[in-house]
């Protein structure tokens, strides 16, 4: 069964976004434009990505995707994206993104099966790596602490999860950021 790894970039304060769900805070800081070996390391293991709609919306505008579809390998590969939203939004021409609607659990057969031997990269945001979190699905958890705040915005995980599930596995800076690394216990969900 694949690992399902939540990676993203957190400020000090535990946002993933602004209250408009804008991610332009990142791209401000040095550094957050791209990843270094280590995250290139991980993308190798990365069979399928999922997000949601908010993260999903907020790439199309950011690189002018719809505009400019070459763009999308840059981001993601040829991997497989699993959007989740309740409403209808356009595919990237030529990219493999599959609009799923409903309970993590109920799709989780095909994001497995589409992952095969390899990870699976919950992109974000928040509230749907809880609902992973929820279901007993998520493995990992991944946040690179960026040396920003912001007054209000997007929370990390909206959920409360105890120290009896998590066990750090990792601190390690990257450039600017403090990226820490904890494993999720499933069984305790």
Do not use: C
Not at 40 to 50: A, D, H, K, R, T
Not at 92 to 117: L, S
Not at 148 to 167: E, H, K, N, S, W
């Amino acid at each position: 069964m694949p690992r399902v790894i939540f990676f993203t970039a957190a400020t000090l304060n535990g946002f993933i976004a602004d209250e408009q769900h804008s991610l332009d805070w990142l791209f401000a800081t040095p550094g957050g434009e791209g990843g270094d070996a280590d995250f290139q390391g991980f993308l190798e293991g990365v069979g399928v990505l999922v997000q949601g709609s908010s993260t999903y919306e907020w790439v199309l505008r950011h690189e002018d995707l719809l505009a400019h579809p070459e763009k999308w390998p840059g981001y993601y590969g040829s991997r497989p994206t699993f959007v989740f939203t309740t409403r209808a939004l356009p595919p990237v021409p030529g990219a493999d993104v599959r609009f799923v609607r409903g309970d993590v659990e109920a799709t989780w057969p095909h994001i497995a099966e589409a992952a095969g031997d390899r990870d699976v990269w919950l992109v974000g945001g928040g509230d749907l790596a809880g609902q992973f979190a929820d279901a007993g699905l998520l493995d990992e958890i991944r946040v690179s602490v960026a040396p920003a705040t912001l007054p209000a915005g997007q929370p990390l995980l909206p959920r409360r999860i105890g120290a009896d599930r998590l066990t750090l596995l990792g601190v390690r800076q990257a450039g600017a950021f403090a990226e820490l690394t904890y494993s999720l216990d499933r069984s305790a969900s």
